[in-house]
């Protein structure tokens, strides 16, 4: 076993070396960090980093068009000798990048506005209008409306199920307790999910922008002169801006009951630097408020499909819970700030108005 480990390492390490020739590089060191190196090197300190070459062609294209449109807070990616973004070895796709000691120390919150700062920055300069077919609009939203009240239709079947039952088990105990607040996210989720379409079904385009894909704290990192910086763009793509929101906010609310205000604040960061319209809030709002892991969960138990103990079940169950109450305070905040805002539009239209 021992031996195998150390042919691997010794593997992997003139596959690292054969790569880094391509870049005329003289290695004196290296550091292994799984899918990333650090390299020492007669040119200086870098970092290698490996990818499954599927990945690789949207991402050099995305991190290509960026550089294009002068974005330029993205860690360098050097070309090799020939002018290749990208190594292509033994079934691995390798870039070289400089080596970041991510020398950020601010508070948090101040690095997430920074991090909310440079992604509006970035979906600015890469903004674009995309035709749309209509009628596959439509359909889209004739699919997903059926989807979700379906699954309307079986949290309700499943609760009648389960209030007919002499003695309910304590996952269907906790459904039960649990199903007038996931019952109402599905019904705002809906709600929204129709204004949306009204006020879009005629719209022959949408904005999309080139999305980092996974934004977190873990991918922007600082230099020495304290700039901030995005990393990890293999997710990258084409997409309408929701598409890096959305799952940065699901995931900063998986955790124990909190008023998410700092949430909420970090996406009207960003929507001062890059304003998102009416229908594209409208849209968010619909997606982010779906409890799609609560009624995963509860569909699983239905059917027999999971392996969960019962107790596992149902402490699955309360974190769910837990994830749909701070997105609910999200929701409710955002809503009440785009309340606001008409309102105090209102009034200012009112004032200049010319009195009769």
């Known amino acids: 076993m021992r031996e195998n480990e150390n042919q691997q390492s010794v593997n992997r390490d003139r596959d690292t070396e054969a790569v880094l020739r391509e870049y005329a590089l003289y290695v004196q060191y290296i550091e292994d960090f799984g899918r990333v190196k650090k390299v020492y090197s007669d040119r200086g300190t870098f970092a290698l980093k490996s990818i499954l070459p599927h990945n690789g062609i949207d991402f050099i294209k995305n991190v290509q068009k960026l550089y294009h449109r002068g974005y330029n807070r993205i860690v360098p990616i050097y070309q090799t000798m020939d002018q290749r973004y990208a190594v292509l070895h033994n079934g691995r796709l390798y870039y070289l990048m400089p ?114 894909g996974k934004i977190s704290l873990k991918h922007f990192v600082y230099d020495e002169r304290g700039y901030g910086y995005f990393i990890n763009f293999e997710n990258s793509n084409t997409a309408p801006p929701h598409f890096d929101l959305l799952p940065f906010l699901v995931k900063s609310a998986r955790t124990y009951p909190i008023q998410s205000d700092d949430c909420v604040d970090w996406l009207y960061n960003y929507m001062r630097y890059f304003p998102l319209k009416e229908e594209e809030l409208l849209l968010m709002q619909s997606y982010l408020a779906f409890p799609s892991s609560a009624l995963e969960l509860v569909k699983g138990y239905s059917e027999g499909r999971s392996i969960r103990s019962e107790l596992d079940h149902v402490t699955q169950l309360q974190r769910q819970f837990w994830l749909l109450k701070n997105i609910e305070y999200m929701v409710m905040k955002i809503e009440e700030i785009e309340q606001q805002k008409k309102a105090a539009a209102e009034a200012a239209k009112e004032e200049q108005s010319p009195s009769s």
């Not at 970035?122 to 674009?128: A, F, G, I, R, Y």
């Not at 019952?183 to 079904?201: D, P």
């Open 99 to 212: 080596w970041l000691n991510n020398e950020g120390d601010g508070e948090r919150d101040e690095k997430h506005k920074q991090m909310f700062r440079e992604l509006a920055r970035m979906h600015t300069l890469t903004v674009k209008e995309t035709q749309v077919d209509i009628e596959e609009r439509e359909a889209h939203y004739e699919r997903t409306l059926e989807a979700w009240n379906n699954e309307k239709d079986f949290m309700d079947e499943y609760i009648v199920s389960c209030e007919k039952k002499w003695y309910m088990s304590p996952f269907e105990m906790s459904v039960c307790t649990f199903f007038t607040d996931i019952s109402q996210a599905l019904k705002y989720s809906i709600k929204k999910f129709e204004t949306w379409y009204e006020k879009t079904k005629e719209s022959e385009k949408v904005r999309t922008v080139v999305t980092h």
